[in-house]
C-alpha cells in the first residue's frame, strides 16, 4: 500500500538543513558521519546554491532559502533526523573521532535497537541506530 499521491522511487522524503558554510559542512559531515555529495550545485561566484548528500539509499539536501542554522534559532533544532547504521559503535566512534558532539551515548532501547545521537558542527542534531522500522513489527 502506498500514500496518496506518494511517487514511486527509492525514497519520497529527504530532509532539507540550512548550512552557514555549506563548502565546509559537506566534507565535515562525509568524515564525521559517511554522507557522499551526489550534487553539488555553485553560483558563478563559487557558493554553494543547492547539495544533495547521501548515506546508503537516503539523501539529505541543503536548503539555503528557507532554512536556518541551530546558531540562529537561539541553539535550537526544529528537525532531527534518524539514520539507520549496521554498527552503531563503530559509527560512533567515527562521529567522536571527527570532531562531533556526542549528545546521547550509544544506548540499547526497550523497543529495540540500539542508537546514539550527536550534534554536528553547526549545531544540527542527528540519531544513528540499528532499530529499522520498516523491518521491526511495531508492539500492539
Known sequence: MTSAGAKQTTVTMIPCFGY????????????????????????????????????????????????TTPENAGGRCTQS???????????????????AEIVMAPKDEDYGGRNYAARDAEGHIWSFGSYDPWTSKPAG
Open 81 to 99: 533526523v534518524y539514520v539507520i547504521v549496521d554498527d552503531v559503535d563503530a559509527h560512533h566512534a567515527r562521529a567522536a573521532a571527527a570532531g
Open 20 to 67: 552557514a558554510d555549506p563548502k565546509a559542512a559537506i566534507p565535515w559531515l562525509g568524515r564525521a558521519f559517511g554522507f557522499e555529495p551526489y550534487a553539488v550545485h555553485l553560483n558563478d561566484a563559487g557558493d554553494v546554491v543547492h547539495a544533495e548528500l547521501t548515506f546508503g539509499c537516503g539523501m539529505i539536501m541543503f536548503n539555503l532559502r528557507f532554512m
